[in-house]
């Protein structure tokens, strides 16, 4: 005799002599007890039937939420640690639609080698339980910097179309941890490598073969650099680059007619100055481990009022430039920018109608012009009294026609 069976699968019963089976349909947690911990139950908040209970969305956002913690940076002590910040990062993924929500994943698991789009997240309060901290800086201090706590110590990166009177989504602003980057400041390099109070770049002695120095001509009381304004005019650029090895200059001037220009040293890093690119010389070994510091190199970019640089490598960078220095003072400012941070390197208001000077120990300097040293500092406190004994370093000419 047939007997009837239950169970969540499904129940038999006896129907004219056959076995007859009812599906009882199971229970589907929904994703945002996988977002949150949960375990499903009646504690979702999801209509019977909706969209965000389908098993392939579940998997799928479940499965881009655990790809973002295990790219969380690793912190001091529990109370900064990611475990803390995890209510209101989760409160903030749940916001984010699936497609912002893989771009962040991208953003994050490439380390911000490529230049990836905005994650737009509504604007509002994302606090979460206990922090009030905005999404930008939320996601900047899980996946970057845990010791950054508000929105003023980070700046939007030229490319980010959320940066201030671009974005014109007003209800939505951008949180990419990639789009931005630290502030440097003079205070913020340990001493004594902040400022040097002479940091010559032009030694007076012989140069050597092949050494290819900019030319300069005396006219009413100012030094100009001639070699660089006229053709930069006619060619409708805001600067050009010429990269350095010692006292070499490796290869032709690089005109930049963009608003931002990346330099670095291999491909594939990026489109912009490639440093790999040019001519090989007969390279020291000096030169050859500063080379190899380079990496993602450095992002310049023009910006009202000035100009910026950004530091994409694993290395800091060392800056001068005639407006990083104080007024009145007798030398030139050496600023080093750490990895992830930016720098105003150079102020239009600043320099005015400044004419060329002249510094112990060197030639006529350009007013106009910035000096970057990769991975190695120059000036009194370092063994490299010129930017000249720097194994590569950049040089950016300006056109003095903004």
């Known amino acids: 005799m047939w007997g009837t069976g239950s169970g969540k699968a499904g129940q038999s019963s006896l129907v004219g002599g056959r076995r007859r089976m ?12 996988a977002l949150t911990g949960g375990d499903g139950g009646d504690a979702c908040p999801c209509p019977a039937g909706g969209p965000h209970c389908r098993p392939m969305f579940r998997s799928r956002r479940a499965g881009l939420v655990r790809r973002l913690w295990q790219q969380c940076c690793a912190t001091a002590g529990p109370e900064d640690g990611p475990s803390t ?23 994050v698991e490439s380390r911000g080698a490529w230049e990836s789009s905005c994650v737009w997240a509504p604007r509002g309060d994302a606090r979460g339980a206990k922090q009030g901290l905005p999404p930008q800086v939320l996601l900047c201090r899980l996946f970057r910097w845990p010791d950054v706590h508000q929105p003023h110590e980070l700046k939007h990166l030229c490319y980010c179309a959320g940066r201030q009177g671009v974005c014109g989504d007003l209800a939505a602003l951008c949180c990419n941890p990639h789009h931005f980057s630290r502030l440097a400041v003079p205070e913020t390099p340990p001493p004594p490598y902040s400022k040097a109070s002479c ?42 680059l010429a990269y350095w090895e010692h006292r070499t200059r490796v290869g032709r001037l690089y005109a930049v007619h963009e608003a931002s220009v990346n330099v670095f040293c291999e491909l594939p890093w990026g489109s912009g100055f490639c440093l790999a690119q040019l001519p090989a010389a007969h390279r020291s070994r000096a030169v050859r481990r500063a080379r190899g510091k380079i990496g993602r190199g450095l992002l310049l970019s023009r ?100």
């Open 22 to 33: 009812q599906q009882v349909p199971t229970r589907t947690p929904c994703s945002h007890n």
């Open 85 to 107: 910040l995890k209510p209101a990062a989760h409160a903030l993924f749940k916001k984010l639609k699936d497609e912002e929500l893989e771009l962040l994943v991208l953003a």
């Open 199 to 240: 940091g010559p770049s032009w030694p007076d002695e012989p140069q050597h073969p092949g050494t290819q120095l900019p030319e300069f001509s005396y006219k009413g009381g100012d030094w100009r650099d001639t070699s660089l304004s006229q053709s930069t005019i006619k060619d409708g650029c805001w600067c050009k």
């Open 303 to 402: 910006e009202p009022g000035g100009i910026w640089a950004y530091n994409r490598s694993k290395h800091p960078i060392f800056v001068s430039s005639p407006t990083l220095s104080p007024p009145g003072a007798r030398g030139l400012t050496v600023l080093k920018v750490l990895p992830g941070y930016s720098a105003k390197v150079f102020d239009y208001e600043q320099v005015g109608g400044k004419g060329g000077w002249r510094l112990p120990g060197e030639g006529p300097s350009d007013p106009h012009s910035i000096r970057i040293s990769f991975a190695k500092g120059w000036g009194p406190c370092y063994s490299r009294q010129f930017i000249t004994s720097c194994p590569c370093w950049l040089e950016v000419l300006l056109n003095q026609l903004r």
